[in-house]
Nanobody, 118 residues
Framework: QVQLVESGGGSVQAGGSLRLSCAAS????????MGWFRQVPGLEREGVAS????????YYADSVKGRFTISQDSAKNTVYLQMNSLKPEDTAMYYC???????????WGQGTLVTVSA
């Protein structure tokens, strides 16, 4: 059974930083990509960043390029999202996901809330 456990959310002032973690277990060997999404109630879910676990190639939404960094610790099966220069519009529930590629991140964690105040 696939399990994704996110942590690291919280409240921070604009300009601050947070690091999210996602520990993954039980996923099939063909699941080569992990990523982060975010969602605000009433708005569409937004893909934030993704990383391929075999070669660490990473992809970012334009809205977070230059501010967020996705990375991995393969030994711990953990993916991180370092979020710097946070803005109030980054406030959302952040979800970790895993799947065979970044178009099919099909198993999701429970989410962790990030709140950025002005």
């Amino acid at each position: 059974q696939v399990q994704l456990v996110e942590s690291g959310g919280g409240s921070v002032q604009a300009g601050g930083s947070l690091r999210l973690s996602c520990a993954a277990s039980g996923y099939p060997a063909n699941y080569k990509c992990m990523g982060w999404f975010r969602q605000v109630p009433g708005l569409e879910r937004e893909g934030v960043a993704s990383i391929y676990t075999d070669d660490s190639s990473a992809y970012y939404a334009d809205s977070v390029k230059g501010r967020f960094t996705i990375s991995q610790d393969s030994a711990k099966n953990t993916v991180y999202l370092q979020m710097n220069s946070l803005k109030p519009e980054d406030t959302a529930m952040y979800y970790c996901a895993v799947g065979p590629n970044r178009e099919y991140l099909e198993v999701w964690g429970q989410g962790t809330l990030v709140t950025v105040s002005a």
